[in-house]
């Protein structure tokens, strides 16, 4: 079973920076070959989509509300994915989960336990 550990989450004031880590492990094939993402969920919400970045890794994808602050990139010799957030807002406070699939497949299939980011005003 594909295991993903995420990291570097904390407590940080309006306009920091932070960089969430995710490693995975217990591959059943490479790293490469799996689409990752970067998904959050706020107390009382639904988990919504943060960021995503295809197997070949030249192709991301970002939701509105984080484009142009957060980068997500990917180290296949470390099986590890990087969230760098800039220019934090109060409204990116949510736990942030890791996600993985196989790139065929449609949905993702593996999911981290998360590590809780919370922005302060």
């Known amino acids: 079973q594909v295991q993903l550990v995420e990291s570097g989450g904390g407590l940080v004031q309006a306009g920091d920076s932070l960089t969430l880590s995710c490693a995975a492990s217990r591959l059943t094939f490479t790293f490469s070959v799996y689409d990752m993402g970067w998904f959050r969920q706020a107390p009382g919400k639904d988990r919504e989509f943060v960021a995503a970045?295809?197997?070949?890794?030249?192709?991301?994808d970002y939701a509105n509300s984080v484009q142009g602050r957060f980068t997500i990139s990917r180290d296949n010799a470390k099986n590890q994915v990087l969230l760098q957030m800039n220019s934090l807002k109060p409204e990116d406070t949510a736990a942030y989960y890791c996600?993985?699939?196989?790139?065929?497949?449609?949905?993702?299939?593996?999911w981290g336990q998360g590590t809780q980011v919370t922005v302060s005003s």
């Open positions: 996600a993985a699939k196989i790139h065929f497949r449609s949905e993702y299939e593996y």
């Open positions: 970045i295809r197997w070949t890794g030249d192709n991301t």
